[in-house]
Structure formats: C-alpha cells, structure tokens
RNA sequence: GCCGGAGUGGCGGAACUGGCAGACGCGCCGGACUCAAAAUCCGGUACGGGCAACCGUGUGUGGGUUCGAGUCCCACCUCCGGCACCA
C-alpha cells in the first residue's frame, strides 16, 4: 500500500467532536477559578435575548469570545468567560398572546434550546455561572439595585411628555426611539404622551460618562463618537431676561453669550410654562391653537428641517440684560422644552434658524459680529455665523468674539444676570412599561398619592400569575388584585403597588457583575469576588448596542461605584464590536406566457405589480429595489443584496444541522477566515469548502505519522544547529508563524492569523515532498501546529494533541514561544531599485554591510545597464530590505 | 450641516514605524489521476502589449513632500454609520 493511497483516509470527522466537548466539560477546563493564584482574565460576549435556535451570525459572535478564551487559557491566565440569559421581554408575552403558552414556559424552552445549539457549536463557558435575568434569584437583585437608586435619589417618579409605542402599547426611552421616532423594537411611530411614570437620574452622571470616554482606550473611536453624539455636552451661559411690567424673568441657554447685544427678540417653546402667564389678553386665542397645534404635530412633522418657521407672538416683552433694549417674546414649535431651558434669546444675524424665522415675521437683524477687516458680513442672504470682530456691542466693540463672549458672562454673573452653563442632550432614562414579562417595579403607592419602596428584606418582588397578558395601554399586572393589594412596610395600611415592570435594559445593565458571584443569595455579590473579576478585560458585542445597552451599564456602574460596590468605575476596559453575518435571499419567479411573476409576498416586499414582468422590466424594477434577477438552468428568481441574518428575514443558516455537517471546527475556521471579524461578512458555501479543505489538509499531512512524531518530539525541538541547509526556511516559517498568530489573536486578527497557518502548512506540505519520512524538523511543526490551531480548529487540535502523544488537553500544553534567533534566517533577498523600481533582486548573508550592498547593487548587471551613461548621484541603502541607484 | 469610519484584482481581503502592492483564501483557466464524474494533487491567474525573457500602467480623483507614497500633507469625490430646528 502507497504513502498517498494510506493517507487518502485520513479526513476531518466531525464525529470527534462532541467526544472532546464532553472531554472539556469534565475536566473543567474552563471553569473560573481553575488557576486560582494566576492572573485573571474575565472575556464576556454580550448576552442574549434566547431566541431558540442559533444560526452561524450568532456563532460568530461566540467564536471569537471562545478562540479568545482559549488562547488565553493556554496562555496560563484564569478566565472567567461566563453566559446567560437577556430572558425578559416582549417576545415572549406576544407568543403568550398568540399560543397561549405561559411566558415562563416559552423563555425556558428556548433557553434549553439555545444552550444544545451552543453545546453542539462547542463553545466553552463556565455554565456554574449562568444567569437568567427572568429568574426571581436575579431579578430580586434588579429590583435591590431599583431600591438603591431610589435612596441615592436617583430613581424618581415624574409626569413628563413620553414616548409612547402604539403597537407594543408601552413607553420608550429616548434611546429607544430612532432618528426618524420609530421604536427600535416594533418599529412603530413614536406618539408623545402626558404620564407619569418613573424615571433613573443618568443626567446626575451625563458629565462623569462623556469625560470619562476618554479613559477607555480599548473602546472603538466610533462607540465613543455615539456615546458623545447621543449626550450632546454643549457649553455656553444662561442668561435672565425680565419681563416688562412683571417681576418673571425669563432664563434662556446660548452657546454665544458674544451674540447678546444682536438679540432681537425671544422664543419660548409652545409647552413653556410662562407661556400661559405672559400672554395678552388679545392674543389668547391665537396664542392657544397654536400650542394646541404644536402639541398635535408628531414628532417627525416637527423636526423635518425645511418647514417653513412658524410661530406666533405672546404680545409681551422683555428686557435684554446688555443694553435695555425692549425684545417681544414670541413662542415657536422649533424650540423645545426639553433641551436647555425651553427658551431662546434669538439673534436673527449669527444663527440660521432665527434668521428664517426672523424674515417669516418680519422681525429685526441686527449684526454684531463681522469678518475681521471687513464692515459687514459676507452673505446678506444668511445668518453670519463664524467667528469675528464685535460691532454695535457697546464697550466690546473691536474684541474677538470669543473673548468677548467670555466677558459678557462673566459681567452678567456680576450682575446676577447670567452664569456659564452646560447643557446636555441626554435626557433621563424613563424605566417603567406597562408590560407584563419584566421585572416589577418595587414601590408602593398610598392612597395620598405618596410613594413608599418595599422593604429590601421582602424582595423579590413576584410576578403574579395572570390570565390575560394583552395589553390594554395598563400594565397587565394591574388585573391582578391580590398582586396588586399590599401592606404599608411603615404604617401598616393598604397600599397598592406598582403595576409597571422595568425596561428589560435595566436587566442588561449590570449583570455582567453577577457574573462575579452569580449563586450568592445573601447578597448581591461579594467583595472579594467582585474584586477579583471586575472590570471585564473583554467585551464583545454588536454595534447596535453602542448606546442603549453599553451606556446604562456604564451609568449604572458608576453608581454602584459610589456606593462603594464596585472597585472601578468602568465596566468595559475593552470592546470589540464584531461586524454581522449575512446573507442574500433568493426568491423564485413563476415564468409565465406573458412574462415573469413575483410571488405574492415579493409583490408586497417590493411594491411590483400582481401581472406577469418582461425580462428587461423585471430586472429594471427589482433592480430600483436593490435586487438582482438571476438566472439558473432556465429558473428565474429575484435576489436581495446581503441581509444580516435574523429570524425576521428567515435567512439565518442553522447552527446545529450545519455543525453536524460539517462541524464546529469548520464553521469556525469559515466565519473568523472570510473577513477581519469586525466587518460585515456574507455567508457563502465556497468559504465552507475552503475552510474544510484546510482542515482535511493539515489531516492529510500528519494523519498517519502520530506515533512518530510522538517519539521524534520526545527526543526534543530541532534546532538551528542540527537543521539541513534546506530545512532552515522551514524553520524560520515556523517561528515566524507563531510570532504571526500570537500577534494577530492579541489584535482580534484572526483571519490573518489563519492565513498564517495555511502559508506554514504549505511550507510543510512542499518540505514532505523532499522528506516522506517524519524528521525532527517535522515533528516540532506538527506540534506546534497542533497548538497553534487551537483557539480556532479546538476539536480537530485536540485531536492531534491526542495523536501526537501529549498528555491530558491541549489547552494545558501551553503556548508556544518563537526564538528570535530562528526569524534571523540567514540568506535574505534585497531588491535593487533604479529610480525607485525594482530591477533586480540579490541573495546575500543577513548581515551583510551597507557598503557590500552597495557595491553589490552597483556591480549588478541590469543597474549597468540601466544607468548607462549617465552619472549615480545617490544611492540609498536600507540594510535587510533595498538598495536605490538614483542615476 | 456636524462627528466617526472606509475606498486596493472577478470576489473576501493582505501589506510592521514610508521600502519589492496584491499574502492567504474563493472563483476561474490549464494539467495529472479516472472509462467518466466527484474528491484530491500540480501549475497559472492585477491590467495592457509581446511567442518569449521583458516592457508599460496600476491602491477613489487632482496636486504636493520624498531617492522612494496604498501608507505622510493639501484640496476634492463616493459610500457606510451616528447626531441633527439641540439654541
């Protein structure tokens, strides 16, 4: 029997997966605390909502908070790399609504088939550690840390304009409303209503969590850049104006105080609470329809950006603090009431908005800043908005603006007239929703409308069972009297509580310290514990939650650092937001007589028409909706562009029919080559095929030389001095690729770091031609190899571990470490340029002198030639790399 | 409008602090094995020209710095993401 005939049998089984999955799991390999005096290293995932069944987008996810589990475990450190569940939510109250299944009992199913999804695609975590955010031994701490916001007095309740949801009947935070006021989960139109509802004070920390962007150095540029998007720190002064003929003054936010002496008149927002006192008598009327029309206009309708200005005029005046000139006082839908102090000085001149808005009614401009050198401003046409030289400023005239504006405040704050203030976009975080699969709220409300919180020793607070989940714009928890029917922890009296569960962010907002001493039911974790975990080294997540989830949690950490909770005051050290998985969906076309027919769901999708498409038309009409037609063996179908996977658009591929297919190992080797893992990636089978056939390789290549490569890698590593002139390349392949992969798995480079190892197997594969029998050379690369495919091919490395010889698991055989001395391969090519393009190239001796390379280059044939006649007037040498004849 | 990021072969993507552009993979082309196919293996593959060795061009566009620019500077274009009547 022939070496190739042998070899041929030797593939890559999946079947030895699940063997090593329950080989890992016993031995607790990656349980925390295995290594108990080493230096921790704590990698988490975001956790998920359980959704059932995993597809090959969430994998990637896991993968690389699994490969970089495992290069650190064989790294020596103690990983924590824990997960659970983001169990409560919506989904699991519509399905109770449609099927009637209790939420419990559908969240727990799913969590019991997301966990056999994760099991089979083999991915390691601490399970001891689990958390289900439904579960009362969780939640009971969500409604603690509910109480402790309360008595830091950063919980409160309020009756505010809030976003309410239509469909899911519930309201939103800000942060989960988008920018054209569609909810982030049912998509729906935002509608603004009058509630009371509760509320967490994030503004007391807007100032702490915007500097403090600044410290995460491990955080992508762009997460920050949100973050400090979405706060919005804007600095500038308040200013008082008096009313005329009333002792109300009027307090409005600017950022160019410089400005003041151009203010011609004031805005109010339609809701100002002023607006009410200061109206005349004679403008009731008109005054009231228009707040009346403001208050109806949604959202959209009120920030599209070329309505023309409206507004109308209050028919009082007031005082400009500066100069004593008499401004009107008008209201406008274009100020609102809750960025600054819902009032505006307006200075038509310097600002684009009161300039439109000036010009619709007829009201002055009066310039007060012009170009350096110049008299007036360039654009008559538009507000003059850049920075320049004070005009008709009284004693500022002349100065720079910026300094006179620093100036101004600082007199008006003399004055009592003005101080510098700060002002920020974030508004406060609105926790209540009328729902039902939540945490409840912990308060209780007495009859005299004050509210009292339960007593901590009585939480959890429980959900009751109910009959009916629908909602009705009233929590469901309300139907519940016996839930809803409670004692007075102070007085003794009937109470009522709180009827409202908590946004399910609140959940997310800290379990990533539970993590830390998950089981402890004396408290919400321990000292010691939390000081050993906390903060994660790791966090990997998707984009999308660069706001919502990462801010909160930031917030809520800061708290629970003042409360002396928390060793630090930042939960992330480092992110990593992974781009997602997708895929394009083809749709099959019936060909008809007349031409080709969209089935009907298309139609709708795209807006076609119900009657049968020519060719050309067809492709012209899906092509406007970013879709392809294609054409196979005589079938037509429509194709979209690449859709990130999701249940939603039913384009997920399935975790646990592929890995039993193919298995993990190949699904991991697919998702973390194809792209650098923070890129968007379209799934495809030609990336499954490469991927297999670098792991049936490797196979190929080893697979019947275990026992030897045992016995050679016993007798020790090959080194430099026993190596045969032509191993050496081999060799410095070798430690090269070991640099290569420790280097890119640190960086989350993974598919460079895998290219890596293919270049090495090649190198591997051509050495074998000229040495059929294993050397000592070979065996170390095997070896090596074996590890160095760990984080990425666990399975199959193990596997060889096993066949090579080595003792108990791979991922305690530690990493390997190159040798500098081996990357000093000897002989190296220098490219020899003439005017900076390569024309020849020398091999030479690694240290070979400047003046050698010079000379060489020089004496070179092709430079010769080149140069000709014309005289070398520079020659620039850079040792180990080129030489330059500039003729 | 403001802020952040990105433009490299047919495709995904490589390229350390300025130093041989296109690693690795996919796809495609040719060959070996096979009755044949699949699988596997070997070779080729930026573009244009030439039988060829070779020559020319080439990293979104236009300039610049430099012996040398995908990389640095200036001005633009396009795409993606966030914020946006936020005073």
Redesign the pocket.
């Known amino acids: 029997m022939s070496q190739g005939v042998h070899r ?1 049998r030797f593939r890559f089984d999946p079947t030895i997966e699940p063997r090593w999955r329950k080989f890992w799991a016993e031995q607790g390999i990656f349980r925390a605390g295995r290594r108990a005096g080493a230096e921790r290293r704590y990698i988490l995932e975001m956790f998920p909502y359980p959704s059932g069944d995993l597809h090959v987008g969430h994998g990637k996810n896991y993968f690389i908070g699994d490969a970089l589990t495992r290069y650190y475990v064989m790294r020596g450190y103690d990983v924590l790399h824990p997960f659970g569940w983001d169990a409560f939510g919506l989904p699991a109250e519509n399905a109770a609504i449609k099927t009637g299944t209790h939420p419990r009992a559908w969240t727990y199913g799913n969590i019991r088939e997301s966990k056999s999804s994760l099991d089979i695609a083999g991915v390691m975590y601490d399970w001891d550690r689990e958390v289900t955010t439904c579960d009362p031994d969780y939640y009971r701490w969500t409604q603690w840390l509910f109480l402790l916001l309360y008595r830091r007095g950063l919980a409160y309740r309020a009756t505010a304009t809030v976003n309410w949801d239509p469909v899911d009947q519930t309201v939103l935070a800000n942060e989960q409303v ?2 054209s006021g569609r909810s982030w989960r049912s998509g729906a139109l935002v509608e603004k209503r009058e509630l009371s509802q509760w509320f967490f004070r994030i503004t007391a920390y807007a100032e702490r969590l915007v500097r403090d962007l600044d410290r995460l150095e491990g955080w992508p ?2 997460v920050k ?2 973050q ?3 706060i ?1 720190r ?1 600095e ?1 002064a308040e200013v008082e104006f008096a009313v005329s003929g009333s002792d109300d003054r009027i307090t ?5 105080p410089d400005t003041l002496f151009g203010a011609t008149f004031l805005v109010l ?1 339609p809701e100002h609470p002023l607006v009410q006192k200061l109206l005349a008598p004679e403008k009731r009327a008109a005054v009231l329809a228009y707040v009346e029309q403001a208050r109806r206009r949604s959202e959209i309708d ?4 070329d ?1 023309e ?2 507004g109308v005029a209050l028919g009082a005046t007031c005082v400009n603090p500066v100069n004593g000139a008499e401004v009107p006082i008008w209201i406008a ?13 307006a ?1 038509p001149a310097h ?1 684009q ?2 300039f ?1 808005f000036a010009r619709a009614n007829g009201l002055p401009i009066r310039t007060v800043i012009v170009p350096r050198g110049e008299s007036a401003p360039p654009e008559p046409e538009a507000a003059f908005a850049e920075d320049g030289v004070m005009v008709g400023s009284g004693a500022y005239d002349g100065q720079e603006n910026r300094a006179a504006g620093k100036a101004i405040t600082q007199s008006l704050e003399e004055r009592g007239l003005g101080r510098p203030r700060v ?1 920020y ?1 974030l508004r406060d975080w609105l926790v209540s929703r009328q729902r039902y699969w939540g945490a409840p709220i912990p308060m209780l409300h007495r009859e005299d409308g004050t509210v009292v919180p339960v007593r901590e020793t009585d939480l959890p607070v429980v959900l009751p069972e109910i009959e009916d989940y629908l909602p009705r714009g009233k929590s469901p928890l309300a139907s519940s009297e016996e839930f809803v029917r409670a004692v007075d922890p102070e007085t003794g009296a009937e109470v009522r509580r709180d009827t409202d569960t908590m946004d399910t962010f609140v959940d997310s907002s800290w379990y990533f310290l539970r993590y830390a001493d998950a089981r402890n039911d004396r408290m919400i974790w321990s000292s010691d514990a939390i000081r050993r975990w906390m903060p994660v080294d790791q966090y990997i997540g998707g ?1 999308e939650h ?2 919502l989830h990462l801010l909160y949690s930031r917030f809520i950490t800061k708290v629970l650092y003042d409360e002396g909770l928390v060793p630090e005051d930042e939960p992330f050290r480092a992110l990593f937001t992974q781009g997602m998985v997708q895929r394009r969906v083809t749709t099959p076309l019936e060909t008809r007589p007349e031409g080709l027919l969209a089935p009907e769901s298309l139609q709708k999708a795209l807006g076609l028409p119900a009657d049968p498409l020519s060719v050309p038309e067809m492709r012209a009409r899906l092509r406007a909706e970013s879709h392809a037609l294609v054409e196979a063996n005589g079938t037509w179908a429509a194709q979209s562009g690449p859709i990130t996977m999701s249940k939603s658009a039913g384009n997920g591929v399935p975790m646990g029919p592929f890995v039993r297919e193919h298995g993990s190992d190949v699904a991991r080797i697919t998702l973390l ?4 893992p923070e ?4 799934w ?1 089978d ?2 499954v ?2 991927a ?3 792991l ?2 490797i196979v ?1 290549l080893f697979g019947d030389d275990g026992a030897a490569i045992a016995r050679l890698r016993e007798a020790g590593a090959a080194t430099s001095a026993d190596l045969a002139e032509d191993e050496r390349p081999l060799h410095r392949r070798l430690h090269a690729t070991i640099k290569k992969v420790t280097e890119d798995t640190e960086a989350f ?1 993974f ?2 770091a ?2 890596a190892l ?2 090495l ?2 190198d591997a ?2 050495y074998r ?1 000229n040495h059929p029998e294993p050397t000592a050379l070979s065996a170390e690369v095997a070896w090596t190899m074996c590890r160095l495919l760990a984080p990425f091919a666990p399975h199959l490395a193990e596997e060889l571990h096993a066949w090579f010889g080595g003792a108990g698991s791979v991922f305690d055989a530690g990493w390997p470490v190159w040798s500098e001395q081996a990357l000093l391969e000897e002989a ?4 020899v ?1 003439v ?5 020849d ?1 020398l091999v030479v001796p690694r240290d070979t002198a400047e003046a050698d390379l010079r000379e060489r280059a020089l004496a070179s044939e092709k430079v010769r030639e080149l140069v000709g006649d014309r005289s070398v007037r ?1 020659v ?1 040498v ?1 040792p180990g ?2 030489v ?1 004849v ?1 003729a």
Do not use: C, H
């Open positions: 041929e988008d920018s540029e762009k850049a949100m400090r998007n979405w919005g804007s500038g409005v936010f600017t950022t160019r927002a009120r920030q599209s950006l309505r200005k409206t839908d274009y100020v609102l009431m809750g960025y600054g102090t819902g009032a505006i000085m200075v600002d908005r009161d439109e002002t976009r984009v660069a706001i080559f194809a792209a650098p890129n968007d990636m379209e495809s030609e990336g095929g490469g297999e056939r670098f049936n390789r190929t480079a598919n460079t895998i290219a293919m270049e197997l090649n594969q051509r031609a190296i090519e220098i490219a340029q005017n900076g393009k390569v024309r190239r520079k620039i850079v790399r080129l330059n500039v």
